[in-house]
Structures are given as C-alpha cells and as structure tokens.
C-alpha cells in the first residue's frame, strides 16, 4: 500500500515538473511582457520587479499609420471567411463521400486522402503563378479560394470519419418524410455534425490565425499586414528592438485563439472523440 502511495505521488510529482517545463517558455513571455526592456534578459524571474503595462500601450500604437487595431481586423477579414469556407466546403464534400455512391468514389477519396502526404511547401510556387495570373496578390483572395474548393482534406476526411458513425436510417425516414438530399443535410445532418464541426473550425481557425508563411507570400501592403507579419515589423525596424513590445503583443495575439479554444473545448473534445474513433 505504502510502495503504491509513493509510487503514485512520484508519478504526480515528476508529470507537474515536465508540465512546468513545457509551460515556462509561455509563463517567461508573458512575465516578460510586463518588465522594462533592461529587465527581460537580465534576470530569470518571472514576478517582475515593478508591473509595467507601457509595453502594452506603446506596442498597440504600432508603427507608423499601422496599429493593432489594423492588424486585429485584417487578421479576422483573413481568418473569418477562411473558416467559414472551409466548413461548408468540407462538410459538402464528405456528405458526399459519406452518404452517395458515384463512379471512382473509392479512387477519388483515395486521391483525397494522398493530399494528406503533400507537404503544402510543394505548392507554394504554382499556386503563386496561378494567383499572380489572376491578379489575386496582396488580396485575401488566396486564402478564400482554396477553401471554398475543399482543399483541407484533413477535415474532409475527419468530417467523413463522422458522417459514416450515423445510422443512415435517419436518412430513410427523412426521405419517406418527403426531404431531398440537402434537406436531409440541412435539417437532420447538420445538427449532429456540431461538435465535429466546432473541432474542425477550432482547429483550421489556430492554424489560420497563426499562419506565417501564406501571409508572408501573398500579402505585400503593411496595410493589409495581418498579426504575424504584424509582430516581425518591431524586429526589422531597426538593431534595438523592443522586446517588450513584442512580447506584450505575442500575449496580445494568442489570447484569441486560447479564449475559443477554452470557451469551446466541451465541442472540441466531443468532436475528437467522436470522429477519432469510429473507423
């Protein structure tokens, strides 16, 4: 009994430490961003001497015309359809895969699912041309139309995943209730998708938010700059940079994303579990 106790309270001990040390990294950021520039790398405590908010503020006016503000509402004119897009466009599509039989549907889903293995560097280039010739550059454009075409197979699949776990006898007793096929999608399917639906969009709105590179190939006005090209200005100003600022609005940046997450986390597990273990 007592080999037990000790046992289980060095398992207890030893798990507190690795989570301690995987969160200091993010505890320092946000110490950080309330201690002076001097004080940041001059010591390693994370109470600061004296809380300071002057980082906040002198890092929300930004840097020239470009403030916070701006970069907060680009961010969401980028994310926000994105997100959207990509839920109705990966919803139709796995209702498809999941519910109607086509010529070459095993291939195609195959094909689908081969999409999972390409690294999205690989395309960067052709999809570039192809925006170039349209005229899409510095535009949200290039984030909105992949979406719409259903490009995010890990969702499609994910959603797929879900859709076959339903008894396909909800669709027979719609049918011989008089509902058409997007009827049945609509008013019996869309209900029960949700938490698949709020996993898919928690999940595609981080990697959305947190999307350095895209921006960073297609967006060339600072105008248009969303959050994360928005903080690499404070590090190419100038060889003097202000650490503080930067870190006050990583805080800035990340609450986003870590307040939906929280907010929808019962979805969010409900979703993993659900579309995670029906094969």
Request: include cysteine; proline fraction near 6%; hydrophobic fraction near 55%.
């Amino acid at each position: 009994m007592q080999k037990k106790i000790v046992a289980t309270a060095t398992t207890y001990i030893l798990i507190s430490l690795l989570g301690l040390l995987m969160i200091y990294p993010l505890l320092w950021l946000v110490s950080g961003s309330f201690k002076s520039n001097a004080e940041i790398f001059n010591s390693f405590q994370l109470i600061p001497s004296r809380i300071n908010f002057d980082a906040y503020i002198r890092g929300w006016v930004g840097l020239g015309q470009q403030t916070y503000s701006n970069f907060f509402i680009n961010t969401i004119k980028m994310v926000v359809p994105s997100v959207f897009f990509c839920l109705l466009s990966s919803f139709l599509t796995a209702y498809g895969f999941s519910r109607f039989r086509f010529p070459f549907k095993k291939p195609l889903f195959a094909l689908m699912i081969a999409t999972l293995m390409l690294p999205k560097t690989v395309i960067i280039i052709p999809r570039y041309m192809i925006f170039k010739n349209l005229g899409w550059l510095d535009t949200f454009l290039p984030f909105y139309a992949p979406e719409l075409l259903a490009t995010q197979s890990f969702f499609i699949f994910m959603l797929v995943q879900f859709m076959r776990g339903l008894p396909r006898e909800l669709d027979e007793s719609a049918e011989i209730d008089g509902c058409n096929s997007f009827q049945i999608l609509y008013r019996i399917l869309l209900p029960l998708a949700k938490p698949a639906l709020f996993s898919a969009a928690i999940f595609d709105f981080i990697w959305a938010w947190n999307d350095f590179f895209n921006p960073l190939i297609y967006i060339s006005s600072v105008a248009k700059y969303p959050l994360a090209l928005g903080l690499r200005i404070d590090l190419d100003v100038g060889a003097a940079v202000s650490w503080d600022k930067v870190m006050a609005m990583s805080v800035v940046t990340m609450l986003p994303p870590i307040l939906i997450f929280f907010f929808a986390q019962k979805y969010f597990v409900e979703g993993i579990a659900t579309t995670g273990l029906k094969g």
